[in-house]
C-alpha cells in the first residue's frame, strides 16, 4: 500500500498501480451511490421501498422482513435475486414498485462539475468510450443520468435484465463478461472501472480489469484491505488518480 495520506479524504493509489498510458481504454461507471453522493438517500429510499415489498408481497411481519432482505443482498447482491429464486416473484412488478417509485425528481438535479469531468474524460485521446454498468434495471438507470444531466456522455449501458432467468449482476464473473462484450469485446487490459461497492471492485480487481477505483463515501471508513488499485473519496478524484487521461496525449490511430 501506499503511505498514508495526509488527510483521511485524500484519494490513494495502491502499490503496483499501472498509469492508464494505452490510448483505447474503456471506462465503466456504476450508478448509484457512485455519480451522486450517498448523502442524498436515495439508498435509504430505496430500502423502505424493498422493505415494503417483503412485508406486503411475502406476508412478513417486519422483523423478518428485515432479517430476509439483508439475507438475500449478503448472499447475491441483489435483494431481488432471492425473491425470484425462492418466490417467484413478478421482477418486472418489483421494478416498478421499487426502483421505478423513487422520487429522484425531488432528489437529483443536473451536476455541472461531474459533467465537466465526464466530457473531459469523453476527449481524451486515450478514452475509447464511457459506459454505464449498474446492478439496477435499464429504466432506473437512465433516468438517473437524465436528471444528472450527463445521459448524452455515455455511450451505452450494462444493467441487470430482471426479466432475465438465471438473473446475472455484480459481482458475478459473468456479470464483467457481459459488461466487457456489449461494450464491444474490450479486453481486460484496456477496461477502467469505478464502483462504490467493495465486493464489484474487488471482482474486477481479481478478473484483471487494469483499473479498479473504490470510491468510498467520506463518512464511510477507507477499507483495511484494498479492493482494487485505487480509493477516492469523491467522483471528481478521477482527475487526480488518473492524470494521465486528462493530459494531452497521442491521436488514436485512425
Known amino acids: 500500500?501506499?503511505?498514508?495520506?495526509?488527510?483521511?479524504?485524500?484519494?490513494?493509489?495502491?502499490?503496483?498501480?499501472?498509469?492508464?498510458?494505452?490510448?483505447?481504454?474503456?471506462?465503466?461507471?456504476?450508478?448509484?451511490?457512485?455519480?451522486?453522493?450517498?448523502?442524498?438517500?436515495?439508498?435509504?429510499?430505496?430500502?423502505?421501498?424493498?422493505?415494503?415489498?417483503?412485508?406486503?408481497h411475502l406476508q412478513l411481519d417486519?422483523?423478518?422482513?428485515?432479517?430476509?432482505h439483508q439475507q438475500y443482498y449478503r448472499?447475491?447482491?441483489?435483494?431481488?435475486?432471492?425473491?425470484?429464486?425462492?418466490?417467484?416473484?413478478d421482477a418486472m412488478e418489483y421494478n416498478h414498485e421499487v426502483d421505478d417509485a423513487l422520487p429522484l425528481?425531488?432528489?437529483?438535479?443536473?451536476?455541472?462539475?461531474?459533467?465537466a469531468m465526464l466530457l473531459k474524460l469523453k476527449a481524451s485521446p486515450r478514452i475509447k468510450k464511457l459506459w454505464l454498468f449498474t446492478n439496477a434495471y435499464k429504466t432506473h438507470g437512465l433516468r438517473v443520468v437524465?436528471?444528472?444531466g450527463i445521459d448524452d456522455i455515455f455511450d451505452g449501458i450494462t444493467y441487470c435484465n430482471y426479466a432475465k432467468r438465471?438473473?446475472?449482476?455484480?459481482?458475478?464473473?459473468d456479470m464483467f463478461a457481459i459488461a466487457r462484450r456489449e461494450a464491444g469485446n474490450v479486453p481486460v487490459e484496456d477496461c477502467l472501472y469505478v464502483d462504490d461497492s467493495y465486493i464489484n471492485i474487488k471482482a474486477a480487481h481479481r478478473l484483471g480489469w487494469h483499473t479498479s477505483i473504490h470510491y468510498v463515501d467520506p463518512a464511510d471508513p477507507v477499507?483495511?484491505?484494498?479492493?482494487?488499485?485505487?480509493?477516492?473519496?469523491?467522483?471528481?478524484?478521477?482527475?487526480?488518480?488518473?492524470?494521465?487521461?486528462f493530459e494531452a496525449a497521442p491521436q488514436k490511430h485512425q
Open 105 to 115: 425528481e425531488d432528489v437529483l438535479k443536473p451536476d455541472p462539475e461531474l459533467r
Open 166 to 173: 438465471p438473473m446475472l449482476c455484480k459481482p458475478m464473473d
Open 223 to 245: 477499507p483495511e484491505k484494498p479492493a482494487g488499485t485505487h480509493v477516492i473519496r469523491d467522483i471528481l478524484d478521477i482527475e487526480r488518480v488518473l492524470p494521465e487521461l
Open 62 to 68: 417486519d422483523e423478518s422482513a428485515e432479517y430476509l
Open 1 to 56: 500500500m501506499s503511505a498514508a495520506p495526509s488527510s483521511l479524504l485524500e484519494p490513494i493509489a495502491y502499490e503496483g498501480t499501472k498509469p492508464a498510458s494505452g490510448d483505447d481504454y474503456t471506462f465503466f461507471f456504476d450508478i448509484d451511490n457512485c455519480l451522486y453522493k450517498k448523502s442524498s438517500d436515495i439508498h435509504g429510499m430505496m430500502q423502505k421501498l424493498i422493505h415494503k415489498y417483503f412485508v406486503t
Open 75 to 89: 448472499d447475491y447482491g441483489l435483494a431481488i435475486e432471492g425473491l425470484v429464486r425462492f418466490h417467484n416473484i
Open 146 to 148: 437524465k436528471l444528472l
